[in-house]
């Protein structure tokens, strides 16, 4: 990804935008007993498209302004959207993403992560937390919930940053270089087959 200052403030207004609709919005909603999480999901996302230091430096800032507009212990969330956005970075950098299902299942297993790591940071740090099979439950339904909300999420997240985007690009610039090479070729074999049939239709006429 090139990140340009316009691209940079796509960025930025993507993970406030995240940040105010997990504090508006999906901290006041409760499915399968559990709250959404959307600021992990678009983290992943950005480190899915960007690479491993743009997801980390992605959680990071997101984790910063969501422990700081919740009055939560500051760096537990940016430890967190670090470690997943880097990881999410890392696995875009070494594996190609050619199936529309793996963004959301990757999305959905770093929620899952996300949420297990919050908890256990929590607890070394003694937040009062209570320890429960509920934890257990908790974290996987917001994986699950990571998944659906990347179904959705991850193709908007890519329109916006489609300029940006190397492999859009590149995949474009290779496109437009083949099709017109293709029908060259295809000419030629066109114009090679119509000169021999005239050739064979000369040399066959009597003197």
Do not use: C, N, W
Not at 7 to 30: E, K, P, T
Not at 90 to 95: F, I, K, P, T
Not at 135 to 163: C, E, H, M, N, S
Not at 178 to 193: D, E, G, Q, T
Request: charged share 15%.
């Amino acid at each position: 990804m090139i990140v340009t200052r316009k691209i940079a403030l796509r960025i930025a207004l993507i993970l406030l935008a995240a940040v105010i609709l997990q504090v508006s919005f999906f901290s006041y909603l409760s499915l399968f007993g559990s709250i959404p999480d959307i600021v992990p999901v678009v983290v992943a996302i950005l480190g899915l498209l960007g690479g491993a230091v743009l997801g980390a430096v992605a959680g990071f800032v997101a984790g910063f302004l969501l422990d700081s507009v919740l009055l939560q212990t500051l760096g537990v969330s940016s430890l967190a959207l670090l470690a997943i956005g880097y990881m999410a970075g890392r696995y875009r950098e070494g594996y190609e993403i050619s199936s529309a299902l793996a963004p959301p299942l990757m999305v959905g297993i770093l929620t899952l992560l996300y949420a297990a790591l919050f908890s256990a940071l929590q607890l070394m740090l003694g937040v009062s937390t209570p320890v429960s099979l509920a934890i257990v439950r908790d974290v996987v339904v917001k994986g699950l919930l990571g998944t659906l909300l990347a179904l959705f999420t991850y193709p908007l997240v890519r329109r916006i940053l489609r300029p940006a985007l190397l492999d859009a690009a590149h995949g474009a610039r290779r496109r437009a270089r083949i099709r017109p090479a293709a029908a060259v070729r295809r000419r030629l074999r066109r114009r090679r087959a119509r000169t021999t049939a005239r050739a064979v239709g000369a040399s066959g006429r009597p003197g």
